[in-house]
Nanobody
């Protein structure tokens, strides 16, 4: 059973940067598409960024494209989310997720992901 442990969240000023990390165990990491989701106060959980099993294909929500970058190292069983140019509207709990089945493209809804981390809080102040 896949387990995901996140770290790297915190408080940052607008325009600042953070790097979130997600360490995976309990499965074959390279078999899973990986993604980051976030859920802000009073909002639905939304897709932020996804990366294919091989790491050779990525997809981003329009709201974060150009500012956030997802990457992975299958040898280290780790996926990262580098966040630059942070805005107050980026404030949310960020979740790491792993796909639960084969998909022909990177899933962009929560239904494509069977395994979830505990979440890490990112707060961006004005």
């Amino acid at each position: 059973q896949v387990q995901l442990v996140e770290s790297g969240g915190g408080l940052v000023q607008a325009g600042g940067s953070l790097r979130l990390s997600c360490a995976a165990s309990g499965g074959t990491f390279s078999n899973n598409d990986m993604a980051w989701f976030r859920q802000g106060p009073g909002k639905e959980r939304e897709f932020v960024a996804g990366i294919r099993r091989s790491g050779h294909d990525t997809y981003y929500a329009d709201s974060v494209k150009g500012r956030l970058c997802i990457s992975r190292d299958n040898a280290k069983n780790t996926v990262w989310l580098q966040m630059n140019g942070l805005k107050p509207e980026d404030t949310a709990v960020y979740y790491c997720a792993a796909s639960g089945a084969y998909y022909s493209s990177i899933p962009t809804t929560r239904y494509g992901y069977a395994y979830w981390g505990q979440g890490t809080q990112v707060t961006v102040s004005s």
